[in-house]
């Protein structure tokens, strides 16, 4: 029989926060991290259509003589380096008691290194040197970074390994680090997910691709706003989740606390467009119908969905008609939020801050709102998203994530018992 | 006691700044006889950012056949004063050394932030 996967540790870098006390804090009084994007120096800002982000303004590394290790990568890996130290030192693991190859690292990304990408890549265009790249770019840039550095950081010598499926990244990391432990080819997992790209390339190409939202741009607070008839596209974000996956042998030897279990995950693709999700949500029905089966559990017994919305009209839309074909009329009493109105769409962290929201939610029977619901959309409105925090005794809940490539995860999570 | 710095020589106090700047150490602290490897605990990838910072503050371009000489701070002294003997290259180096970013990598140094519009 398959081990049983818990969550015994987690720590959070997001614009509403670094740390989890202060991000749970925020969330549940919805708070907003989305504000203006100050300037991508000399280039016009009339230029970009959106010109608001959720950035992590409060985000200071350790220099090079206080941690050897930040410094060697880029801002998106450095956020992860953070996450997942606090994820460790929550999880009461003493790394130097455990066996190092069964702990394992599992990232995901959806850019990786951008900010040295382009940097690179402007002066060599500018100055015509090739000979002045940096020696660590390619170390700095490859997708594989954030895992890498992670796992020097703690001495892992489990699998150490990083998928990237966009912005539905971290979902399949979590649920690949799952799978790690069930196969029993590790006791402990680091799993994480990252990005942080709010950068001029990256930035314009989202906007380029008519991706972002438009409005609100003065009051970039009320830009992300999911289920809302105003929105009109997501707003980017940077960040980093991580959270410590055990066996729930290992966990229950060493006396962990226990967050949530992770019981249940499913990846399909949907083979239809490399941006657009399918318009009848099938699929995206089919993924939590796979994750249920996998955790053993029945729709009946679903309290609350942490949604993928994005705050994109269609993408909103496509996600209910999926919790319909899946729920049914039950739909209505079933939970539901989004924690990218708060934060914005973190990419390949957007999963595992979604996971660490839903984890926190089962622990203490609270969800935290979906702010700027407003003016809910009759197109994708449901009884159970609310913009306030509501209080209910949750046993079971799901965590969507869908990405580019026309790839959907799902994650089933379960109270601890 | 050796002193690290020797003579006057402008030209080798801002190698040995450079140096400093890299590894995060006052330049007096530095002698001639240090092994890049055994002494400052340089592996070979730090050892290419070394040599990287010296190519971008002095602008030139140390040859992989060379490589093999830089093993002491001496060497790469030498061999820099050698090599900017023969090309003629200006006594100061483009870019002032102490003002030259601190992180190994630069990784968070945003582009269109930077002060410095000048190429490394």
Same mark, same amino acid.
């Given at each position: 029989?398959?081990?049983?996967?818990?969550?015994?540790?987690?720590?959070?870098?997001?614009?509403?926060?670094? %740390?989890?006390?202060?991000?749970?804090?925020?969330?549940?009084?919805? +708070?907003?991290?989305?504000?203006?994007?100050?300037?991508?120096?000399?280039?016009?800002?009339?230029?970009?259509?959106?010109?608001?982000?959720?950035?992590?303004?409060?985000?200071?590394?350790?220099?090079?003589?206080?941690?050897?290790?930040?410094?060697?990568?880029?801002?998106?890996?450095?956020?992860?380096?953070?996450?997942?130290? *606090?994820?460790?030192?929550?999880?009461?693991?003493?790394?130097?008691?455990?066996?190092?190859?069964?702990?394992? $690292?599992?990232?995901?990304?959806?850019?990786? %290194?951008? =900010?040295?990408?382009?940097? *690179?890549?402007?002066?060599?265009?500018?100055?015509?040197?090739?000979?002045?790249?940096?020696?660590?770019?390619?170390?700095?840039?490859?997708?594989?970074?954030?895992?890498?550095?992670?796992?020097?950081?703690?001495?892992?010598?489990?699998?150490?390994?990083?998928?990237?499926?966009?912005?539905?990244?971290?979902?399949?990391?979590?649920?690949?680090?799952?799978?790690?432990?069930?196969?029993?080819?590790?006791?402990?997992?680091?799993?994480?997910?990252?990005?942080?790209?709010?950068?001029?390339?990256?930035? &314009?190409?989202?906007?380029?691709?008519?991706?972002?939202?438009?409005?609100?741009?003065?009051?970039?607070?009320?830009?992300?706003?999911?289920?809302?008839?105003?929105?009109?596209?997501?707003?980017?974000?940077?960040?980093?989740?991580?959270?410590?996956?055990?066996?729930?042998?290992?966990?229950?030897?060493?006396?962990?606390?226990?967050?949530?279990?992770? &019981?249940?995950?499913?990846?399909?693709?949907?083979?239809?467009?490399? $941006?657009?999700?399918? *318009?009848?949500?099938?699929?995206?029905?089919?993924?939590?119908?796979?994750?249920?089966?996998?955790?053993?559990?029945?729709?009946? +017994? $679903?309290?609350?969905?942490?949604?993928?919305?994005?705050?994109?009209?269609?993408?909103?839309?496509?996600?209910?008609?999926?919790?319909?074909?899946?729920? %049914?009329?039950?739909?209505?009493?079933?939970?539901?939020?989004?924690?990218?109105?708060? =934060?914005?769409?973190?990419?390949?962290?957007?999963?595992?801050?979604?996971?660490?929201?839903?984890?926190?939610?089962?622990?203490?029977?609270?969800?935290?709102?979906?702010?700027?619901?407003?003016?809910?959309?009759?197109?994708?409105?449901?009884?159970?998203?609310?913009?306030?925090?509501?209080?209910?005794?949750?046993?079971?809940?799901?965590?969507?994530?869908?990405?580019?490539?026309?790839?959907?995860?799902?994650?089933?999570?379960?109270?601890?018992? | 006691?050796?002193?690290?710095?020797?003579?006057?020589? @402008?030209?080798?106090?801002?190698?040995?700044?450079?140096?400093?700047?890299?590894?995060?150490?006052?330049?007096?602290?530095?002698?001639?006889?240090?092994?890049?490897?055994?002494?400052?605990?340089?592996?070979?990838?730090?050892?290419?950012?070394?040599?990287?910072?010296?190519?971008?503050?002095?602008?030139?371009?140390?040859?992989?056949?060379?490589? @093999?000489?830089?093993?002491?701070? @001496?060497?790469?002294?030498?061999?820099?004063?050698?090599?900017?003997?023969?090309?003629?290259?200006?006594?100061?180096?483009?870019?002032?050394?102490?003002?030259?970013?601190?992180?190994?990598?630069?990784?968070?140094?945003?582009?269109?932030?930077?002060?410095?519009?000048?190429?490394?």
């Amino acid at each position: 029989m398959a081990a049983r996967v818990v969550i015994t540790g987690m720590g959070v870098v997001s614009p509403i926060g670094i %740390g989890i006390p202060r991000f749970w804090k925020a969330a549940l009084r919805g +708070q907003s991290g989305i504000s203006a994007i100050e300037s991508f120096g000399d280039l016009p800002m009339e230029g970009y259509r959106s010109r608001i982000a959720g950035q992590v303004s409060s985000f200071e590394p350790p220099g090079p003589d206080e941690d050897k290790f930040f410094s060697r990568v880029d801002r998106y890996a450095q956020m992860a380096l953070m996450a997942a130290k *606090e994820a460790i030192q929550d999880s009461g693991l003493t790394i130097e008691y455990e066996r190092a190859e069964r702990l394992g $690292v599992m990232a995901g990304v959806g850019m990786g %290194g951008m =900010i040295m990408g382009e940097r *690179e890549l402007t002066n060599l265009y500018d100055f015509h040197k090739p000979h002045r790249v940096h020696p660590n770019f390619i170390p700095t840039i490859t997708l594989n970074s954030a895992s890498g550095i992670i796992a020097l950081a703690f001495g892992a010598k489990g699998p150490n390994l990083t998928v990237s499926t966009a912005c539905s990244s971290s979902i399949h990391a979590i649920g690949h680090a799952m799978q790690c432990i069930r196969l029993g080819q590790a006791d402990m997992m680091i799993a994480v997910g990252a990005d942080a790209s709010i950068t001029p390339l990256v930035f &314009a190409g989202f906007c380029s691709l008519r991706a972002l939202a438009t409005k609100y741009q003065d009051r970039p607070s009320q830009a992300s706003r999911p289920f809302d008839r105003g929105r009109n596209g997501f707003v980017m974000g940077e960040g980093a989740g991580a959270l410590i996956l055990e066996s729930l042998q290992h966990a229950t030897r060493r006396k962990a606390r226990i967050y949530a279990e992770v &019981a249940g995950y499913a990846a399909t693709s949907e083979a239809y467009h490399m $941006v657009i999700p399918k *318009e009848d949500g099938l699929d995206i029905a089919r993924t939590m119908t796979l994750a249920l089966q996998d955790a053993k559990v029945h729709p009946q +017994q $679903v309290d609350y969905v942490n949604a993928h919305a994005t705050s994109t009209i269609v993408g909103d839309e496509v996600e209910v008609k999926g919790l319909r074909a899946v729920f %049914g009329k039950r739909v209505g009493k079933i939970l539901v939020n989004a924690t990218k109105s708060l =934060i914005g769409h973190t990419l390949g962290a957007s999963g595992a801050i979604a996971t660490i929201a839903s984890s926190l939610s089962l622990d203490k029977n609270i969800i935290h709102p979906t702010i700027n619901y407003t003016d809910p959309d009759p197109h994708c409105a449901l009884p159970g998203i609310s913009s306030k925090s509501q209080k209910k005794s949750l046993g079971t809940a799901l965590v969507n994530a869908f990405g580019f490539g026309s790839n959907n995860g799902v994650l089933v999570l379960k109270k601890f018992s | 006691m050796t002193m690290p710095l020797p003579s006057s020589n @402008g030209h080798s106090r801002q190698i040995y700044a450079t140096l400093g700047d890299y590894l995060r150490r006052d330049p007096l602290t530095l002698h001639p006889e240090d092994s890049l490897r055994d002494d400052l605990g340089l592996d070979s990838l730090q050892t290419i950012e070394l040599v990287y910072q010296v190519e971008s503050a002095f602008d030139l371009q140390i040859p992989d056949d060379d490589f @093999g000489r830089l093993q002491t701070i @001496g060497d790469v002294v030498t061999y820099l004063n050698e090599r900017t003997d023969l090309t003629h290259h200006q006594a100061s180096p483009i870019q002032n050394p102490t003002k030259q970013k601190k992180s190994s990598t630069n990784a968070t140094t945003k582009p269109w932030s930077r002060s410095n519009a000048s190429p490394k």
